[in-house]
């Protein structure tokens, strides 16, 4: 039932199963308001089947009775720990809500409204809410702006609008030179071939792409949450969204060398699982002419922005102009809740050291 709230014309419903009041509102406020991907109806109906969820929350919320946010949950349990978090955290680059514009300019009126919700959902120890952009497109997330967060880390991304292909935006000198000779040296000596395909019509590039990509994090002792649900996950999202799954293919003397399976979502080209096929060619860096490759497509694509997603890696930094931020949010209820908490923010703070200690 839906729930009103008291002095506003403010009220919520929380969806536990894909019902079509739910597909309804959500696919309605798709057309008018801010999301990335990865918050799509069909995105969102597609994990739930491949990757079994079955304990969601998918928190509509109203005013005058026309969905203006979407907040798509999910309980998930670690040894008898249940944990709040953003559904398919694992799997998507980007959580955060479906909003309509700036909904939520008062931060009492989106706190009351969020205490509310989790009053309903109720059965939950910890609140980890990750990978939560700073903006939803164009528009402040609330869950960053009004909740108290950590930065997690940056996302490097490409205005493409002052990408050329001389590359005169790259501030760095040396990377640019480097790269050009390169490139020259690869294509004088060999056959190099780019071709960027929709995923519709090549499921086999999907399974190809994933499984090189899962053995090279085992290989390097990477881990990951990559697995053949996600396999099955892209291959189901190709056939649904026919003209926005894409992979970038690049071949030297017609052998597959370097691949990334990418996302087109609003005029944003999302690149999400680089991978290098061959070692053969290592010394000419095909990842590098790869990404080159997908940014020329792009601009000439009428994308407006190349997005490297989540990870700070270093060769994203220097290919891009410009970077956003991405946070988490942690809270806990009762007990069992306070504990885990404090566990959660150890690691994750051991984990930062760590990480600058083997810088």
């Avoid at 910890?126 to 609330?142: A, D, G, R, S, W």
Wanted: proline share 2%; glycine share 2%; hydrophobic share 40%.
């Amino acid at each position: 039932t839906k729930k009103n709230l008291m002095n506003s014309n403010f009220s919520f419903k929380i969806f536990n199963r894909l019902e079509e009041k739910l597909k309804e509102d959500w696919l309605s406020l798709e057309q008018n308001s801010n999301f990335l991907f990865f918050q799509k109806y069909y995105y969102a109906k597609n994990l739930i089947e491949v990757f079994k969820i079955n304990l969601f929350f998918i928190a509509v919320v109203y005013d005058k009775n026309k969905p203006v946010a979407i907040f798509p949950l999910e309980i998930k349990s670690y040894k008898k720990v249940k944990i709040l978090q953003w559904l398919g955290s694992n799997q998507s680059d980007y959580c955060c809500p479906i909003i309509k514009n700036d909904v939520f300019k008062d931060h009492q009126k989106f706190e009351f409204i969020w205490k509310e919700i989790l009053k309903e959902i109720e059965n939950f120890d910890i609140i980890f809410l990750n990978k939560q952009p700073e903006y939803v497109e164009k528009t402040l997330n609330p869950f960053v702006q009004f909740l108290k967060n950590v930065f997690h880390s940056k996302v490097y991304q490409i205005d493409l609008s002052k990408f050329d292909e001389n590359l005169s935006y790259i501030k760095n000198n040396k990377f640019t030179s480097e790269f050009k000779r390169t490139k020259k040296k690869l294509t004088e000596n060999y056959q190099v071939e780019f071709q960027n395909y929709f995923l519709a019509n090549q499921t086999d590039l999907i399974d190809r792409i994933i499984k090189k990509k899962i053995s090279y994090l085992e290989k390097k002792r990477i881990s990951h949450s990559v697995s053949s649900d996600f396999i099955n996950l892209n291959k189901k999202l190709s056939i649904t969204y026919p003209d926005k799954l894409v992979a970038g293919v690049l071949k030297i003397n017609n052998e597959i060398v370097a691949a990334n399976i990418g996302i087109i979502e609003n005029r944003r080209f999302y690149y999400l699982v680089p991978v290098v096929f061959s070692d053969k060619y290592s010394s000419f860096s095909p990842g590098k002419l790869l990404i080159y490759k997908l940014l020329s497509w792009s601009k000439n694509n009428e994308v407006d922005t190349f997005d490297f997603g989540i990870g700070d890696e270093i060769y994203k930094k220097y290919w891009s102009n410009y970077s956003t931020r991405i946070f988490r949010h942690i809270d806990y209820k009762g007990t069992k809740g306070l504990i885990f908490y404090f566990i959660i923010k150890l690691y994750l703070k051991m984990k930062e050291i760590f990480k600058n200690f083997k810088l």
